[in-house]
């Protein structure tokens, strides 16, 4: 004869779990107003002291940089230029991405290649990127494909060594286990190494998609008659202070915007590590 124990639903009171529940919801919103607070603090603050404690010719003011960025969203300047710029970005992150993966992987893999290979790409990784632009630029021209030529160069590096750190740090035993029970080098890869690797490769991923946009303004900047880096040679250019304060707080928002997109992505693609120690 079982004797089945019957465990009592816990009742919850509320009257106690609603104030944390009101806390918690406080702390949540806390800290974007306290951020909101501090941005509308400086905006007028700056409205206020332009003119007055510096030259506005400089400075300009935000009702000003407001009044050219409306006008720019509205007449299409803006996104004419902000797509180029984003269209650039991507095809050269991919580009340079793809490689870096691929030739980290590789190398990463062999240990003999990797340690030959390796220093060349140690050597040219040293050399300041600006002082190839001109090189780029007898290879490529203007436009376009320098702004690609850049972005998938400065994204390489970044990617590759990550990825290179990542397939080597992989666990020996893991790799030799899945052989024994005889899985392909396919196996190996999609099993056991390129899991393993995640992480570095999500560190990469973070880094890498920033600087590529920042690698295609620079190019932007240096030669170039389209683009949000474009927008700020050109405005700085003519001493526009309210031009270049708009391009650049564009520039800003698209920054912050593609680094939090980035940051929710790459939480995404480890919530099955995290779980994996939570569990531990």
Known sequence: MSVEKVVAPVEVDEAQVAPARAKKRRRRWAMPLGRLA?????????????G????????????????????????????????????????????????????????????????????????????PKLALVPLFVMWFGIGRPLQVAICALVVFFLMFYNTFYGIRDVDRSLIDAMRVMGGSRWDIAVRVRLPSALVWVVAGLKLSVPQ?????????????????????????????????????????????????????????????????????
């Open 38 to 50: 501090i941005v509308v603090v400086l905006l007028v603050l700056w409205e206020l002291s332009a």
């Open 52 to 127: 007055v404690v510096v030259d506005e010719f400089f400075v300009s003011r935000p009702s000003k940089i407001w009044e050219k960025w409306a006008e720019w969203a509205a007449d299409g300047t803006l996104w004419y230029n902000a797509s180029s710029t984003f269209a650039s970005a991507g095809v050269g992150f991919a580009i340079g991405g793809a490689l870096a993966l691929l030739v980290g992987y590789v190398l990463g893999g062999s240990r003999r290649l990797g340690d030959l290979i390796e220093p060349f790409i140690t050597s040219i990784y040293s050399l």
């Open 212 to 280: 590529a946009l920042v690698a295609v303004v620079v190019a932007e900047i240096l030669a170039s008659n389209r683009g949000l880096g474009h927008l700020v040679a050109l405005n700085s250019g003519q001493f526009n202070a309210s031009g270049t304060f708009a391009a650049l707080f564009t520039l800003l928002i698209i920054g912050i915007t593609v680094d939090r997109l980035v940051a929710v992505i790459t939480r995404r693609a480890l919530l099955w590590k995290q779980d994996g120690v939570e569990t531990q």
